[in-house]
């Protein structure tokens, strides 16, 4: 099968058959010209639907069961073969959503990445996360029969595709490559700004799925509308876990659908944040205009649709946040806009930036310049204070896109005041130097509650794939605080722990046998015993 963007069909693929939608056609679009692109891509219905989750439920167990060393295969296949398209994927991903090519092409590094990261994790056999208290028939008062633990995968996985970033958070992103390295098949509702882009990816997923012999229910790609088909995927009781990036209305009205089944299913939405940014005095004098400018920076890389991006700047009252304040004052006008993703994004920019705007007690503190094209609007930066950010929930509201808030503070006191009724975020910034400690001390307790990833200096665009990375947060940045949606501990969002207890050596299953014929590294006891040691 070619990867090519000369062979895009404009057709879902369920279970490997590239098929045609039985509802209207749906075209990307340049948002730089705001002319569509072909082909056209036909919506399925419902009953088309069910063809893919009806085939990811056929494939569960034998994709769950597959040994570490295909398992691990398969998602570097997956890599591989995005890779093989070559520059056609960026391109074709530049035409839909007005991202520079350089961007597009560390996202798809990313994107292949992470894939193989998960396939070192699975090829490792961490993810089973085995346990065994080895049988006491001796101990007194009473014997301790043999019981051992591990994690499956939870079933066929529902993933939306994110609006920005149409590879790293899409058809093969971060949500489809964790629960693929659970053992989860995956059925993706591609997002319809970007549909040749989630074809190409889609097309490559499913040439890794044949060229391994896997049953093809492991994936299918759908395009429907989200207010039906998306509703009908989290609905369906073969979808057990959901994955979505997008809106905060989008997430909840998921949530609502997924708690509403008879069987309720866990989603994991990334919804809305504004990410504060806290300027200490010892940080601010050193340098303002360099502060200011990296500010700017980080409020308008890409267009500020990044779900990091800065949107609440604390600086204290005072000569040090004067000289920042006018830093960032007389340097915006020296920004320009960046095509944003969609006109539809553009226009919920424009009219979040005019009701900040409207706001008692908020002024302009510095606007850019608009981009070239359709649809970049100028970076825009507002001021106002903590008496109004905690009476207002407006100057809290997410705008997705190169727009801010500085607030002023007067005082440690009011600092916390503040902090503490914030909403929860993906993330927390603290720009200090060693005389400014003290003063993050006795901040940190609090943003501990209320983020997910606490940076000290810097800024929160750009998030790493590892290990130790964390991006999730309270609601509502995410609907649970307790996973994140980046790095391999995303894995366990579609894992569950079962426990096998007194079970003859035959029946049990291999990542828990006696034998340990898996090689996997396993907690013996309490004593985590390192495979090959």
């Known amino acids: 099968m070619s990867t090519t963007t000369q062979n895009l069909t404009g ?30 891509y036909s919506l399925i219905d419902e009953q088309q639907l069910k063809t893919a989750t009806a085939a990811a439920a056929e494939a569960f167990e034998s994709f769950r069961s597959l040994d570490p060393a295909k398992h691990a295969d398969f998602l570097d296949a997956i890599a591989d073969n995005i890779e093989a398209v070559g520059t056609e994927l960026v391109a074709r991903a530049m035409a839909e959503t007005g991202l520079p090519e350089a961007r597009l092409t560390g996202e798809r590094g990313r994107t292949t990445g992470q894939l193989r990261l998960f396939a070192k994790v699975v090829r490792q056999g961490d993810q089973h996360g085995v346990r065994v208290d080895p049988a006491m028939p001796d101990r007194k008062p009473a014997p301790r029969v043999d ?53 190409i990816v889609g097309q490559a ?49 998921l949530m609502a659908t997924a708690a509403a089944r008879p069987e309720p299913i866990p989603v994991y939405a990334e919804m809305s944040s504004i990410n504060p940014v806290i ?70 920019w424009n009219q979040g930036v005019e009701a900040l705007g409207g706001q008692e007690g908020v002024e302009l503190l510095g606007r850019g ?23 207002n929930p407006v100057l809290q509201d997410e705008i997705f896109g190169a727009a801010s808030l500085v607030i002023r503070y007067a005082n440690a006191e009011e600092l916390k005041t503040a902090l503490t009724k914030l909403e929860g975020q993906l993330t927390a910034t603290l720009q200090l130097t060693d005389s400014d400690h003290e003063a ?26 590892g290990h130790a990375m964390v991006h999730g947060g309270p609601f509502p940045a995410t609907s649970d605080s307790q996973t994140t949606s980046v790095g391999t501990l995303a894995i366990e969002r579609f894992l569950r722990p079962v426990a096998y207890q007194n079970f003859p050596d035959g029946l049990l299953p291999k990542p828990i046998g006696t034998d340990n014929s898996w090689n996997l590294t396993r907690r013996i006891d309490g004593t985590l015993k390192i495979a090959g040691e």
């Not at 045609?20 to 010209?33: F, I, K, L, M, S």
């Not at 609006?163 to 093969?172: K, Q, R």
């Not at 971060?174 to 989860?184: E, K, L, M, R, V």
């Not at 050193?286 to 604390?314: I, R």
């Open 279 to 348: 300027f200490f005095e010892g940080a601010l004098a050193q340098d303002p205009d360099a502060q200011a400018q990296a500010y700017l920076a980080s409020v308008a890389g890409s267009s500020g649709q990044l779900c990091t991006a800065p949107g609440l700047v604390f600086v204290p009252v005072g000569e040090a946040g004067d000289a920042f304040a006018q830093a960032v004052s007389g340097q915006a006008p020296n920004t320009a806009g960046q095509t944003m993703l969609t006109a539809g994004i553009y226009k919920s």
């Open 205 to 253: 997923i499913t040439k890794a799925v044949a060229d391994l012999g896997l049953q093809p229910g492991v994936f299918s790609l759908v395009y429907g509308p989200g207010a039906s088909i998306g509703q009908a995927l989290v609905a369906d009781p073969a979808i057990k876990a959901v994955g979505f990036t997008g809106s905060r209305s989008g997430g909840t009205a």
């Open 147 to 199: 019981i051992r633990q591990r994690k499956i995968a939870v079933g066929p996985v529902a993933v939306f595709g994110a609006s920005n970033f149409p590879l790293a958070f899409s058809t093969a992103g971060g949500d489809t490559a964790s629960a693929f390295a659970a053992g989860c098949p995956v059925v993706f509702k591609a997002h319809n700004a970007h549909p040749g882009t989630s074809e």
């Open 11 to 40: 057709q879902s693929i369920l279970a490997g058959i590239s098929t045609t939608g039985t509802g209207r056609a749906v075209h990307g679009y340049n948002p730089a010209t705001n002319e569509p692109l072909e082909p056209a």
């Open 440 to 465: 993050a001390a006795a901040v940190i307790p609090t943003l501990e509650t209320k983020v997910g990833r606490i940076l000290v200096n810097g800024w929160p665009t750009g998030v790493e794939v």
């Open 369 to 391: 310049v608009e981009g070239s094209g359709e649809n970049a609007p100028a970076p825009t930066i507002y001021s106002s204070n903590v008496e109004q950010l905690l009476s």
